[in-house]
């Protein structure tokens, strides 16, 4: 079974930076991951994702912004955020999963969430 813990989340005013992580144990380099977000009274919604063979997406909302990546030998995957933006604000999470859902919030396995704040 797959565990995985985010973090790297906290506060941040407009233009800023910050990476996320995700520690995966049970997690496979096949599997699809991907990165999410939910701020209140809001569905969640993808926010980039990654194939097994390393192919990614991204919501349009964040292209140019953030990248996805993972470092396999490390088991951690990675949400690069630059340029934040107010609207940026919501709780993010991680998921993985052996099907490619890409920016669709159907993964089987998922973080409890780490918070981003952005001010402006």
């Known amino acids: 079974q797959v565990q995985l813990v985010e973090s790297g989340g906290g506060s941040v005013q407009a233009g800023g930076s910050l990476r996320l992580s995700c520690a995966a144990s049970?997690?496979?380099?096949?599997?699809?991951i991907g990165w999410f977000r939910q701020a209140p009274g809001k569905e969640r919604e993808g926010v980039a994702a990654?194939?097994?063979?390393?192919?990614?997406s991204y919501a349009d909302s964040v292209k140019g912004r953030f990248t996805i990546s993972k470092d396999n030998a490390k088991n951690t995957l990675y949400l690069q955020m630059n340029s934040l933006k107010p609207e940026d604000t919501a709780m993010y999470y991680c998921a993985a999963d052996r099907i490619g859902w890409f920016l669709l919030p159907r993964y089987n396995d998922w973080g409890e969430g780490t918070q981003v704040t952005v001010s402006s």
């Open positions: 049970g997690y496979t380099y096949s599997s699809y």
């Open positions: 990654m194939d097994s063979d390393g192919s990614t």
